[in-house]
């Protein structure tokens, strides 16, 4: 999948265009499903693909960087631009790139130039007072990598990140289905808002899989922090990983495009929000961030989800390509956020999201298979 990908060009800046708002988190996120890869094929031996890989990796940094140099310009942009940060954080380590440096430290000034509502919580992009689940994937890792390798003694980071993941938790969680909404209106004067919260009505699939992703990927880094930071991000992490279980869909293992209303007319399974679970359960399993029951709840429900895909979302080409079918375009909150209008989004085929999310959980089942095999052995 990931060959495919880069057989078609995608994720790459083209020269003399301008990046669009969402050019950013999809060059970001599929860079990091490649660095995953590489990481992972280096030991105990290599594959045919992985020069490829890292020569697809620079041309993809390389594209993006020269648009990153510019704090205040950076801050213009959706928190999604800090996905890029694994792939120049890679190209600064590997080969001491100065522009790879200046870009890091430039997204690092930008989030201090980014706008906050009232709460502290960063706004997402350019609607005040607005603060959604889908930038926490970018934002929490890439604050927590920055700070390990250039500002260690910083000691208010920690604090800014439960503070960034608590209020979209305590605006945006469902009581009654334990998962979290798309979003809140700290303003509360959104069409959509609570007027108790400022929250959003629709838990969108794609939105949650963005935060609960950003758990688990915030645990791997969060070794260098105050122990408060793991337990925090854990104990989020075992309780949504509950609810997310519960609400898989019983036939097909996977999630629905608007999770609380399954079977219900113009709803349908989503393969992007799909993939993502499928690869922070199984993530979440292999590293042992749950508890071993729900754990084991996780590694069959994320394992019976990635069959589904494999079967119902992944296309086979004659030219030996591989595509991903089922990915809803984009949902925004700059809309009237109701159930019809998530449900009629066009779907995207080839979508980097999805084979980006594909390639974290089809990596994510292959280690799992091979340490739950080694552990038989």
């Excluded at 993941?165 to 009581?175: F, G, K, M, R, S």
Aim: glycine share 6%; charged share 15%; aromatic share 12%.
């Amino acid at each position: 999948m990931a060959d495919s990908v880069i057989s078609r060009g995608q994720a790459v800046v083209e020269q003399g265009s301008s990046p669009s708002a969402s050019t950013y988190l999809q060059v970001g996120f599929f860079q990091s499903a490649i660095i995953r890869l590489i990481d992972y094929y280096h030991t105990p031996g290599s594959v045919c693909a992985e020069h490829k890989w890292e020569k697809y990796l620079q041309t993809s940094t390389d594209s993006i960087k020269p648009y990153l140099l510019n704090a205040t310009k950076d801050a213009s942009y959706p928190l999604d631009r800090l996905s890029t940060g694994k792939g120049l954080l890679h190209q600064f380590e590997e080969y001491h790139t100065s522009t790879a440096s200046e870009a890091l430290h430039s997204l690092r000034e930008s989030i201090n130039l980014q706008n906050k509502n009232a709460l502290g919580g960063y706004w997402y992009f350019e609607y005040p007072n607005w603060s959604y689940l889908d930038g926490m994937y970018s934002l929490i890792p890439f604050l927590l990598t920055y700070t390990a390798h250039f500002d260690p003694k910083n000691e208010s980071v920690t604090d800014d990140v439960i503070h960034q993941l608590d209020l979209l938790w305590t605006h945006c969680y469902q009581n009654e289905s334990g998962l979290l909404v798309h979003g809140y209106d700290a303003s509360k004067t959104a069409s959509w808002a609570s007027p108790v919260t400022g929250a959003s009505p629709i838990v969108w699939d794609r939105s949650l899989g963005w935060y609960m992703m950003a758990l688990v990927d915030s645990l791997d880094f969060s070794t260098p922090f105050p122990q408060r930071l793991s337990d925090y991000l854990q104990r989020r992490l075992v309780q949504l990983a509950e609810s997310v279980i519960s609400a898989a869909d019983p036939k097909t293992g996977c999630w629905w495009q608007v999770m609380t209303f399954p079977n219900k007319q113009g709803n349908y399974i989503e393969s992007s929000g799909s993939a993502m679970f499928t690869a922070a359960l199984f993530k979440a399993a292999r590293l042992g961030y749950l508890p071993e029951k729900i754990a084991s709840e996780a590694r069959k429900a994320a394992g019976k989800c990635y069959n589904h895909i494999v079967d119902a979302f992944v296309v086979k080409n004659e030219n030996g390509t591989l595509d991903y079918n089922g990915t809803v375009s984009v949902c925004s909150l700059n809309s009237s956020a109701s159930y019809e209008y998530y449900v009629s989004q066009p779907l995207l085929y080839n979508s980097v999201h999805g084979t980006a999310a594909f390639v974290h959980a089809s990596l994510e089942h292959e280690m799992l298979e091979n340490a739950e095999g080694s552990s038989r052995k």
